[in-house]
């Protein structure tokens, strides 16, 4: 999960990367003539575009993976609970153990 994680915020931090380029072209199509400006526009449309297909896949896959991770902690729970309990049970006769090794001089 750590790396789904990682991935996560590395496409995250790429998504806020395309943004402010998005800004950035904003700010200089302003500045641009009437030819350039054209085309600064068409690129923004794209990247926005893009910007969004890419925020809509990004929490699509979080979702998928968030199902996934409920899912496998569902259907290893019980053996959890069952393991944790064996091992408190393990964890008591050893210090019966001690106990009674200890106890009888």
């Given at each position: 999960?750590?790396?789904?994680?990682?991935?996560?915020?590395d496409i995250?931090?790429?998504?806020?990367?395309?943004g402010d380029k998005i800004e950035e072209l904003i700010k200089k199509g302003a500045d641009a003539g009437a030819d350039v400006k054209e085309e600064i526009e068409k690129k923004i449309e794209d990247l926005k575009s893009n910007k969004t297909t890419l925020e809509e896949e990004l929490k699509k896959g979080k979702e998928m993976l968030e199902?996934?991770?409920?899912e496998k902690k569902d259907e290893f729970e019980p053996k959890f609970q069952e393991s944790k309990g064996l091992f408190k049970e393990g964890l008591k006769q050893i210090g019966l153990a001690f106990k009674a090794l200890f106890g009888k001089k």
């Amino acid at each position: 999960m750590t790396t789904s994680k990682k991935g996560i915020s590395d496409i995250e931090e790429t998504l806020q990367e395309i943004g402010d380029k998005i800004e950035e072209l904003i700010k200089k199509g302003a500045d641009a003539g009437a030819d350039v400006k054209e085309e600064i526009e068409k690129k923004i449309e794209d990247l926005k575009s893009n910007k969004t297909t890419l925020e809509e896949e990004l929490k699509k896959g979080k979702e998928m993976l968030e199902k996934e991770f409920k899912e496998k902690k569902d259907e290893f729970e019980p053996k959890f609970q069952e393991s944790k309990g064996l091992f408190k049970e393990g964890l008591k006769q050893i210090g019966l153990a001690f106990k009674a090794l200890f106890g009888k001089k």
